[in-house]
């Protein structure tokens, strides 16, 4: 089964920016599509965004729209979060797993914690 490890992280202020790192062991695939969830605390985990592996097709939820950015390296199987504008309500812990049917198995997580 592919596992996933999460890293880029840490405390920033408002306004700033970060970029989270998804390393994938295992194959994956063109066909699959990856995304990156987040849970804030005391709430469900939920999907930010997603790209499709092959041709990089995106969905974004709407309140990251235009902030957040999602690309992928098909040859490093990673994927990354580029965040900008970030907003204390973008705190929580921040996974990436498969964006349709997400493996039962999560990673860490990285925390991306954003107060001034």
């Known amino acids: 089964q592919v596992q996933f490890v999460e890293s880029g992280g840490g405390l920033v202020q408002p306004g700033g920016s970060l970029r989270l790192s998804c390393a994938a062991s295992?194959?994956?695939?063109?066909?699959?599509?990856m995304g990156w969830y987040r849970q804030a605390p005391g709430n469900q985990r939920d999907l930010v965004a997603r790209i499709l592996m092959s041709g990089g097709s995106t969905y974004y939820v709407d309140s990251v729209k235009g902030r957040f950015t999602i690309s992928r390296d098909n040859a490093k199987k990673t994927v990354y979060l580029q965040m900008n504008s970030l907003k204390p309500e973008d705190t929580a812990v921040y996974y990436c797993n498969y964006g349709v049917s997400p493996n039962a198995c999560w990673g860490q997580g990285t925390q991306v914690p954003v107060s001034s």
């Open positions: 295992g194959s994956i695939f063109s066909t699959d599509t």
